[in-house]
């Protein structure tokens, strides 16, 4: 069996939360797609989520 | 031609070149996978049309994203340590295409349509590929990539029916995307795209993938009115 990469599981879990997040958001903003009161933070809580994976400081989400 | 099929609990006992090559071809898809978001989410989810289309960009983000989660743990659970792409520019991603921004509405429903196409052939050849742990994770990741192509299919034709100024723009932006796409499938007579040929790691040639891809994207360029680029023209890899 090979030995796997450090960090394998961790960085797993943590882009699994991650991705839930993001579609718990989406599924948020679609379903009151014309309450802006709701669909405004929505894509905020997006746009939040996605900002820190775009800047990939991958050893800072791990620790 | 090697017709085996790999588990992860094999992998060592593999010819170098096979492990080589696998852990090549992860950390390519996956700075691929992640690639895409990286292109658009910066400029185009504040600026989608409507709420819906941000929402949407957001939700196409989160499945390439966990895309790329699995692509990553395919390669870390055999030693392939995948991370680095997450946070390398976009000037340094393997594949030209991924290297710059998309900034118009133009821009990245082409790239849905046709460069999320090209995703889905590269990962078609993994179909029954020899390392099954690769094979076990495409049905959801393909499905998904037909999803964001229906997506950029539907919103170029939208664009493509507000007059002849939009149709102008739709056409600069096919004209500049079909090239990439056409060069995504590497160089013809590849000799490394052999040795994946011969490990059961892909089904196809570089240019037997590329020209499936153009008998199938030529037809729906010219059902749309739009023309078909000349396929040479910027060409890096022919």
Known sequence: MPEAAANTEQLDEHLLEVVR??????????????????????????????DVIMAGNVKEWLN | ?????????????????FRDLLGRVLTIQA????????????????????????????????EEIDHFRKVARVAGDMGVDVSFVLSQPNEKRF??????????????????????????????????????????????????????IDYGYNKTRELLSKGDEQKERVQRAIDYWYV????????????RA?????????RRTNEQAREDYINEVNPILLSLGLKIPDPLKGRRYV
């Open chain 1, 21 to 50: 997040a993001l579609h718990g958001a989406v599924k948020q903003g679609v379903s009151h797609a014309g309450d802006p009161k709701i669909v405004d933070p929505a894509i905020a809580d997006c746009k939040e989520i996605l």
């Open chain 2, 1 to 17: 031609m090697f017709t085996d099929k790999i588990e992860l609990k094999d992998v060592d006992k593999m010819d170098p070149e």
């Open chain 2, 31 to 62: 700075d691929c996978e992640i690639g895409g978001p990286h292109l658009y989410v910066e400029k185009m989810l504040p600026a989608a049309p409507t709420k819906l289309d941000q929402l949407i960009i957001a939700r196409t983000a989160a």
């Open chain 2, 95 to 148: 594949v030209d295409t991924f290297r710059g921004l998309i900034t118009t509405w133009e821009d990245n429903s082409v790239f849905g349509f046709l460069i999320d196409r090209v995703g889905r052939y590269q990962l078609e050849e993994f179909y029954d590929c020899s390392y099954l742990p690769l094979q076990r994770i495409l049905p959801d990741i393909v499905t998904e990539e037909l999803g964001h």
């Open chain 2, 180 to 191: 990439r796409a056409l060069d995504m499938f590497g160089r013809s007579g590849s000799k």
């Open chain 2, 194 to 202: 052999e040795r994946y040929r011969y490990w059961g790691l892909k």
